[in-house]
């Protein structure tokens, strides 16, 4: 219930998932992380996508926090990262329709 809650998804709770958008089922995924208390490694694939701004700042907070606690985090993403402070390492890709020099 908590994990839903910190999503804002409790309200939801008993609904039918297929009468979810796209956002909504991806706070439901993304609140599954919540219920491992342990510090352990996550990796995720574009989790900003399909969220609102609300959400984004909710994800940005969860990520922060479980960093804080001993956790890492994996992850690929098109959204600027507001969490920098706790970002031990990071690559930034180029983009494939651009032409890559070499060095």
Same mark, same amino acid.
């Given at each position: =219930?908590?994990? @839903?809650?910190?999503?804002? #998804?409790?309200a939801r709770r008993r609904a039918m998932v297929r009468t979810f958008s796209q956002g909504q089922r991806r706070r439901v995924a993304l609140a599954r992380l919540l219920l491992n208390p342990l510090p352990g490694p996550w990796v995720l694939?574009?989790?900003?996508?399909? @969220?609102?701004?609300?959400? !984004? =700042? +909710? @994800?940005?907070? +969860? !990520?922060?926090?479980? +960093?804080?606690?001993?956790?890492?985090? +994996? #992850?690929?993403?098109?959204?600027? @990262?507001s969490f920098k402070s706790c970002v031990h390492r990071a690559f930034l890709l180029p983009d494939p329709t651009q032409t890559v020099k070499q060095l």
């Open positions: =219930e908590q994990a @839903l809650k910190r999503f804002g #998804m409790y694939d574009e989790p900003f996508d399909a @969220l609102d701004k609300a959400g !984004i =700042e +909710v @994800l940005n907070e +969860v !990520i922060e926090n479980h +960093v804080r606690q001993g956790g890492s985090v +994996v #992850m690929t993403s098109h959204v600027d @990262l």
